[in-house]
Structures are given as C-alpha cells and as structure tokens.
C-alpha cells in the first residue's frame, strides 16, 4: 500500500524537498518500489509520495501526477476499472503516459 504527504502553507520557510523527504521517509515501508515530490511554482503545496508498484511497475507511473503542467495529484488507492476509466479518457482525448497491466 502506498504512502502519501502534503504540506500546504503560505509560510515558505515550511515548504522544503527536504521536509517533504522527512514525510515520506517516516512512511517508508508503505511504499518500498519509489518515492517522490513537488512543490508548486509559488512554493505553497508540496506533495510526496511512497510507493509500492503493482500495476504498472515503470517509472511511468511515479507520483506525482502532472497533467497538461497545470494539474498535480498524488493518492493513496487503486483504481480497480482503471482499463475501462483508461478507455473512456482516451476517447475523450486525454493522454496517458502509464502503462497498465492488462487483465
């Protein structure tokens, strides 16, 4: 099961890599595959993130998300209609760098 942090702040001096790193080193064993994080342009949100790999084990999927360089996500969970979710986005028009083990 992966492991997720956040820090939301206006106070700048509370937003660091290196506390983000802190988070999610405490959470280690939640997530033993990869780990991850971002702080936004104006240094108010930083995401981290631990993770375990099962369903796509390349790099591809590490976390954060960044779509479009406007939106960034980072969760906890498992999309389990992610194959018919994955479908219904790209006829839609939306891109996916992921690659999902098919069933």
């Known amino acids: 099961m992966c492991g997720i942090a956040g820090i939301l702040s206006n106070?700048?001096?509370?937003l660091s890599t290196s506390?983000?790193?802190a988070?999610?080193?405490a959470i280690a064993h939640r997530g033993p595959d990869g780990e991850g994080w971002w702080i936004n342009a104006n240094?108010?949100?930083g995401l981290g993130h631990r993770r375990?790999?099962?369903i796509d084990?390349?790099?591809a999927a590490a976390q954060p998300f960044h779509y479009l360089n406007r939106y960034?996500?980072?969760?906890n969970g498992e999309l389990y209609n992610y194959?018919?979710?994955r479908d219904q986005l790209q006829k839609k028009g939306f891109n996916f760098k992921q690659h999902p083990i098919q069933k």
């Open 52 to 54: 375990l790999a099962v």
């Open 83 to 85: 194959l018919e979710l």
């Open 11 to 14: 106070n700048h001096s509370l």
């Open 43 to 45: 240094q108010s949100v």
């Open 19 to 21: 506390r983000l790193k």
């Open 72 to 75: 960034s996500i980072t969760y």
């Open 23 to 25: 988070m999610t080193d």
């Open 57 to 59: 084990l390349t790099a």
